[in-house]
């Protein structure tokens, strides 16, 4: 355990990818930040995989895109598929980046590269932290511990996930609902055709099915059910594969190196200020991981708010600069939700008539360039940066 300082600038509450990106961040920029968490330790799952263009390019800002890239599987399309025929394609080569792809690498690996950032920079995650009461004055932010410690920041910022403590204390609304189905996670090694060039969508009456290739190897599937066991066994993955995937050249599924299940809701913050407290992350926006975007997001709201912080506590700059963190971060993420809950229930689709007319107009779609571009960009975000506007 660290022995956590009684102040600091910015107290920051919750240690995944938002959480050290925003504290990495600060670090580099002269700010004084304190990061906590929770758990003992961190995960060593891999979790979300995806690592989009506009990410990476923010990314670089603290240093760890070139070790992410190094460290991942460059992907350059999506396809949207039912069974062996493919519906759409989406092809990132021609997006206006230097990372003309869709990088795949565990999410345990991106956190690990975060806190070597974190570390460089000076910082560390402060464990196992509880935060159990928030308090605000006009000037500052006075968190109270489990073990009854308490710690004073002039902002605080909750990166603590989907049930956030800052969120609750901050007295916050998170808008939405969720999804009836409940979501399969496995990361497996299988037999099959498919390559790793592309990220494969397969929809069905049953669910969206995500199939994408990993490093060392291994796959990473992801899938709708009614009701997911607690720890997906190869056997059920091999159902799912079965019912859903190619006929063709079916896959076979040799082991499965992880799984979990988990539902997912489709929420979106009221707001992401509320005083001197702040959201990112799942904290600020949860929705479908059809289109592997959450933690993309996340990441991005971490560093917009780290420059916006730092120039108020570091260069003078005044309080209301803040605002414009929310202004320029909640529009994102209403769209991304909106844009993942339309692929949700596009792929879900139930009646054999309504399916039939979705793959026509797909296929029609697909030999449109201009759609083409505009999912490229929406699945990238860089649609979500208004220089390419």
């Known amino acids: 355990m660290n022995a956590l300082p009684e102040s600091t600038g910015v107290l920051v509450v919750g240690a995944g990818p938002a959480g050290l990106s925003l504290a990495a961040s600060l670090r580099q920029k002269g700010v004084d930040a304190v990061?906590?968490?929770?758990?003992?330790?961190?995960?060593?799952?891999?979790?979300?995989?995806?690592?989009?263009?506009?990410?990476?390019?923010?990314?670089?800002e603290v240093g760890a895109t070139g070790e992410l890239v190094e460290r991942g599987i460059i992907v350059p399309r999506f396809t949207v598929r039912e069974r062996d025929r493919v519906l759409l394609t989406v092809e990132f080569g021609d997006l206006p980046t230097d990372f003309p792809y869709t990088l795949l690498v565990p999410q345990n690996v991106t956190e690990e590269i975060l806190l070597g950032?974190?570390?460089?920079?000076?910082?560390?995650?402060?464990?196992?932290?509880?935060?159990?009461?928030?308090?605000?004055?006009?000037?500052?932010?006075?968190?109270?511990?489990?073990?009854?410690?308490?710690?004073?920041?002039?902002?605080?910022?909750?990166?603590?996930?989907?049930?956030?403590?800052?969120?609750?204390?901050?007295?916050?609304?998170?808008?939405?609902?969720?999804?009836?189905?409940?979501?399969?996670?496995?990361?497996?090694?299988?037999?099959?055709?498919?390559?790793?060039e592309e990220v494969m969508l397969f929809f069905s009456a049953e669910g969206v099915t995500v199939v994408a290739p990993l490093p060392g190897g291994r796959h990473r599937i992801v899938a709708t059910v009614d009701e997911a066991p607690r720890e997906p066994t190869?056997?059920?993955?091999?159902?799912?594969?079965?019912?859903?995937?190619?006929?063709?050249?079916?896959?076979?599924?040799?082991?499965?190196?992880?799984?979990?299940?988990?539902?997912?809701?489709?929420?979106l913050a009221a707001h992401y200020r509320a005083g001197r407290a702040f959201l990112a992350g799942d904290a600020a926006h949860v929705h479908s991981p059809a289109g592997g975007q959450g933690m993309n997001t996340g990441i991005q709201d971490a560093l917009n708010l780290a420059g916006k912080l730092a120039a108020v506590l570091g260069d003078g700059a005044p309080?209301?600069?803040?605002?414009?963190?929310?202004?320029?971060?909640?529009?994102?993420?209403?769209?991304?939700?909106?844009?993942?809950?339309?692929?949700?229930?596009?792929?879900?689709?139930?009646?054999?008539?309504?399916?039939?007319?979705?793959?026509?107009?797909?296929?029609?779609?697909?030999?449109?360039?201009?759609?083409?571009?505009?999912?490229?960009m929406n699945l990238s975000e860089l649609s979500t940066d208004p220089t390419r506007h």
């Open 35 to 60: 990061l906590l968490d929770r758990a003992a330790e961190g995960a060593n799952t891999s979790r979300a995989a995806v690592v989009h263009a506009r990410t990476l390019e923010t990314l670089r």
């Open 117 to 196: 950032r974190l570390h460089a920079a000076g910082g560390v995650v402060h464990r196992p932290f509880e935060v159990t009461g928030l308090e605000q004055d006009e000037d500052g932010v006075t968190a109270t511990l489990a073990d009854g410690g308490q710690i004073r920041a002039a902002y605080a910022v909750g990166t603590d996930g989907m049930h956030s403590t800052v969120r609750e204390h901050a007295g916050i609304a998170f808008e939405g609902d969720a999804y009836p189905q409940s979501f399969v996670l496995a990361d497996v090694h299988l037999d099959w055709a498919g390559g790793s």
């Open 234 to 267: 190869a056997a059920d993955v091999q159902a799912l594969m079965d019912a859903r995937g190619p006929r063709r050249h079916p896959a076979l599924i040799k082991d499965v190196v992880w799984s979990s299940r988990f539902r997912v809701h489709h929420r």
């Open 319 to 376: 309080d209301t600069v803040l605002d414009e963190y929310e202004a320029e971060r909640r529009p994102v993420a209403e769209q991304v939700v909106s844009f993942t809950d339309k692929m949700t229930n596009v792929a879900t689709v139930g009646s054999p008539v309504l399916r039939g007319m979705r793959n026509t107009l797909l296929r029609t779609l697909d030999w449109i360039p201009a759609v083409h571009r505009t999912m490229a």
